[in-house]
């Protein structure tokens, strides 16, 4: 039997390399798509911090009563546009590392939104007693929710391709 | 046994060959992460990710203790007698000095009170405690969890390489950037990890723009408390205020700043052995140092305005502080509290009645007027490495550039919120 490549076509290696370009690719077009989600989440967010008012549609809420909404919006801007620029050559490791810190990006701040909501839903009102009632406890997880808590389960799918990243890792290296 | 060269190369060869791998090294994501995070073009908006991170957990951890149940704690809920209440109705004479001393002002502990009794009551086992343990002891706890996430995980010296461009215009370079964040917690460690900069004229400057325009994590818990809407402009103008007056002073001191040589640490994963460790460190040595402070600051407060040394202090300075800041004069009993402690100082402005242009002033003037005494006596325990004349220069020096960072960034303050429609 002949020596040949790992990744050459005609072999299994071959066949699995063939498998994971076609998931780099889907890949590229999801987070392409996010990004611009993403980037015009970012848009809105920065508009309306800078002129004020507020949009509340179905689950979601963007509000300038609500703290930080600037900073947010910028994050948001800036995680869009690092999903968007990592469009070309998406399986390189370069353009995976600004995907993943896209979507930290989007962890920290829907994150810290749900923290936020767990700190808050444990204690009781003001003057009223120590703890929350089981109504009010759950109450306070009703929406709506801020854009980056729903951009956030998309943006899981990044883990996916880390773990996909290190399989190719390990698939070159044997 | 004696070798010739020959030989030497030939053993050196076979032992290379048994315990040296080559191979063409692959870049991992973890050394692609490395790379963005220190180039500007992609590490500042992590970084804002990572600051932004930053300051929310710190809002919604501090927020969560200090008004979920200290506030109770201390002042009362439905069906509990808070601390301040219960030792208001315990303490046997209510008319005497002792009883404002050390549990506050008895109009506060009056039926048809309405204020906010915690910060109101003012005395020093009543709101003295509630500051210390209630508002300044969440905030910390919150500030350096998060920091010392940030340390362990090797992002805090690429944030330095990051910010070393932009430092470098006002004298300093990036490592500046580790007592700017911790003074952010407090100042006293802050001042301490100047050392980090290498000549005199970095440690000066570094040292003057903290004691003035870096609030410690104290104030800063404390202003989310009293004017959580206004706290990220009074932040914007601090640090806007640091990076002018650190470039007038990068070009008034004479000496050098030079370049910055950092080896960056590879990424790692935080342990919770190693976080909780230097958790408990630092709270401990904050505690030890901060709430001392607090308890004396209250003390020292109410006895001055027992003797009238308050009032006395308020009418002398009246027309500076109508007229040039605009704002009351009872804003002087704060700004003596806020040599002993800033946070308290803050929270005694939250029970003054003024304006919103007034308290937000009022806010900035206790940041830039004086170091807190802890702050004060590290500076010139560090200012004495330059022997006591040294020291000497070095607090005039500070001491001229305070007054007049007062005088104009106070003052001009005054001017700049009616322009951004705040009254």
């Keep these: 039997m002949g020596w040949s490549h790992p990744l050459d076509s005609s072999t299994f290696g071959g066949a699995i390399k063939m498998n994971m370009d076609k998931k780099y690719q889907i890949g590229k077009f999801y987070f392409a798509i996010l990004g611009l989600i993403v980037l015009g989440f970012g848009i809105v967010e920065l508009l309306l911090a800078l002129t004020g008012g507020c949009i509340e549609h179905g689950p979601m809420i963007i509000s300038d009563e609500e703290d930080f909404l600037l900073w947010r919006g910028l994050i948001l801007f800036f995680a869009g546009a690092f999903y968007i620029s990592s469009f070309k050559k998406f399986s390189d490791i370069h353009q995976q590392a600004k995907m993943l810190m896209a979507s930290l990006m989007i962890w920290l701040i829907g994150g810290i939104a749900i923290l936020g909501m767990i700190l808050g839903s444990i204690p009781g009102p003001e003057d009223g007693a120590w703890f929350n009632t089981a109504e009010d406890f759950i109450a306070s997880y009703v929406g709506p929710y801020i854009p980056s808590l729903l951009l956030l389960p998309f943006s899981l799918v990044a883990i996916y391709y880390v773990y996909l990243n290190k399989k190719t890792k390990i698939i070159i290296n044997e | ?423």
């Design chain 2, 1 to 423: 046994m004696v070798l010739s060269v020959d030989e030497r190369w030939d053993l050196i060869d076979k032992i290379s060959k048994q315990t040296v791998t080559f191979g063409e090294y692959r870049h991992t994501l973890k050394d692609a992460i490395a790379e963005i995070t220190v180039k500007p073009l992609t590490g500042i908006p992590i970084a804002l990710a990572v600051l932004y991170g930053f300051w929310a957990f710190f809002g919604a951890v501090a927020g969560f203790f200090t008004d979920g149940f200290f506030v109770k704690l201390f002042g009362g809920t439905e069906g509990f007698t808070g601390w301040i209440s219960w030792l208001g109705e315990q303490f046997p004479d209510k008319s005497g000095w002792l009883f404002y001393t050390l549990v506050g002002d008895p109009k506060v502990f009056a039926a048809d009170y309405a204020g906010d009794i915690c910060f109101e009551a003012g005395g020093v086992l009543t709101s003295g405690l509630f500051v210390a343990i209630g508002v300044v002891l969440p905030a910390i706890f919150a500030f350096y969890l998060f920091l010392i996430i940030l340390e362990d995980s090797g992002y805090l010296p690429r944030l330095a390489v990051l910010i070393d461009t932009v430092l470098h215009k006002i004298g300093l370079h990036g490592f500046a950037v580790v007592p700017m964040i911790l003074g952010l917690g407090c100042n006293v460690p802050a001042v301490a990890a100047t050392r980090n900069l290498e000549t005199k004229k970095e440690r000066f400057m570094m040292m003057t723009l903290l004691a003035i325009f870096i609030p410690c994590g104290a104030q800063i818990g404390v202003m989310l408390e009293v004017i959580p809407e206004y706290v990220g402009w009074v932040m914007l103008y601090l640090f806007l205020g640091f990076f002018i007056f650190g470039f007038i002073l990068n070009k008034i001191i004479p000496g050098r700043s030079p370049e910055m040589l950092l080896d960056v640490p590879p990424y790692r994963m935080p342990t919770v052995r190693n976080v909780s460790r230097k958790l408990w460190s630092r709270m401990r040595g904050f505690l030890t140092i901060a709430v001392p402070f607090v308890l004396l600051g209250v003390l020292l407060v109410n006895v001055l305005y027992l003797l009238g040394v308050i009032e006395w202090l308020a009418n002398s300075f009246e027309p500076l502080l109508t007229g040039w800041f605009g704002v009351p004069k009872e804003t002087v009993t704060p700004l003596i509290t806020a040599f002993m402690r800033k946070d308290l100082a803050v929270a005694q402005l939250g029970a003054i009645e003024m304006s919103v242009a007034q308290l937000i002033t009022s806010v900035v003037l206790v940041s830039l007027y004086f170091p807190c005494v802890a702050t004060f006596a590290m500076i010139i325990k560090e200012g004495m490495q330059d022997r006591v004349k040294g020291v000497i220069t070095f607090l005039i020096g500070s001491l001229l550039i305070l007054l007049a960072v007062v005088f104009v960034w106070g003052g001009l303050i005054r001017w700049i919120l009616p322009l951004l429609g705040v009254q």
